[in-house]
């Protein structure tokens, strides 16, 4: 994919204009990861639980191949907000495009479950990164006027090169000159493109065509999305439509649809390009007489998109990679005592459903229920398909962190030594 990321532009298309921070990405992903505010501000509200995830991928293949396709994504939704207007029968025809989506691992209670186990939504709306994340209104009008500049030179040089072309060449130079004045004079009087009428629509429409578990995993995914930006990426941005963090959920959601090779991203693609027209975007128009308003909006903000893509789609896929045991080990301690130990089995054949029941658990054991503090402060649950073969394990507490293997090892086995008589037993009966 980087031989359309030219120095020119995207497809070597000027208005297509290619931001430093997103050269970097591609280029240097670790190094581009590792120096974010924001990855830093969720380091320090759920160090284990990203320690977990950021250990258990590749992330400078996430953050490239997460950055690779925002540009091909917000290409699409480009020609999406160029194309011509949204009928009602378009969620339809997008419809019956659609691939059913996998159902190993993206759905609904899949996602539901990945927001509280794997990206702690809870601990976000906490987050401070104190941060001036920037002005993104500023960023596009950097780019409108990078624009207008390349443009004014354009049709200089070419006017200039009038005076010595003859034939073919001379021709289309003039055709260029027309177009670049006629450019340049919507430019001049703030022109919005034909294209700004639009018909607002949402997953929830597509359902007929698409099936009603797509639809449920696209609105499951913007459970996710949302709150990422609204109480975290964008608590610092200023000056930005409310409208805009729609925009960018949608744009990550389809981003991450992608990464993780599940159906429904032409749909929120539509959803971006649609919501951009009611928003309005900058003036930019390549010298074909494409306008690329759409690409720069979401360019301009192209550091919080990479970045939420390359955490939801890591979040993701971590869930889909971890294995958890059907026997689990539940250990409650109160003030450092040991309060209850339960053995059991889960018949569950989804992960998640596992994991919901993890939270079943935890929920009647630790915290209060009518103001009324319940018996155990922190639990451990220690889950396995065997005797002694550990796979997820977790502290409940305040929060909920994944325990990384070598130390689950060593808690479990200084628990078996120390309720050898509570635990052995048991867990062979249930493996």
Known sequence: MNTKLSALGWLGKPALMIPGTVRYAIEHPQDWFESSPLIDAMSKTSPLRMEYILKNKDIAATVKKTT?????????????????????????????????????????????????????????????????????????????????????????????????????????????????????????????????????????????????????????????????????????????????????????????????????????RYQAANLLKAVGTPTVWNSTGMFAGAWTSLMSAAPYLIIAGVILTAAIETMRDTDVGHVFVLLAFRSFNLKAVSIGRINADKKEDRLKYFSYLKNKTIGAIEGKPLFADKLYIFSMNGDNDLKLSVEFSSQINFIPPKEAEELWKTFTTMYKWLIEEDVAIYS
Request: hydrophobic fraction near 40%.
């Open 68 to 268: 690779e396709q925002l540009c091909e994504t917000a290409y699409s939704i480009n020609k999406a907000y160029n194309s011509a207007l949204i009928t009602a029968t378009k969620p339809a025809i997008l419809g019956a495009k659609i691939k059913p989506i996998k159902q190993d691992y993206l759905n609904a209670d899949a996602i539901t479950t990945c927001g509280e186990y794997f990206l702690d939504l809870k601990a976000i709306k906490s987050a401070n990164m104190g941060y001036q994340l920037g002005d993104i209104l500023r960023n596009q009008k950097d780019m409108e006027k990078a624009n207008g500049s390349w443009l004014a030179k354009l049709l200089k040089d070419t006017e200039d090169s009038l005076a010595i072309l003859t034939g073919l060449a001379r021709n289309r130079a003039k055709r260029l000159v027309r177009m670049l004045k006629k450019i340049l004079g919507k430019k001049d009087n703030n022109f919005i493109p034909r294209y700004n009428s639009f018909l607002p629509f949402n997953s929830a429409q597509f359902a007929p065509s698409i099936g009603t578990p797509v639809a449920n995993a696209i609105a499951g995914l913007d459970g996710l999305t949302t709150p990422l930006f609204s109480d975290l990426i964008y608590k610092t941005v200023t000056n930005i439509p409310p409208a805009f963090t729609t925009i960018s959920s949608n744009t990550v959601g389809s981003i991450v649809l992608k990464n993780i090779g599940s159906s429904g991203a032409d749909i929120l």
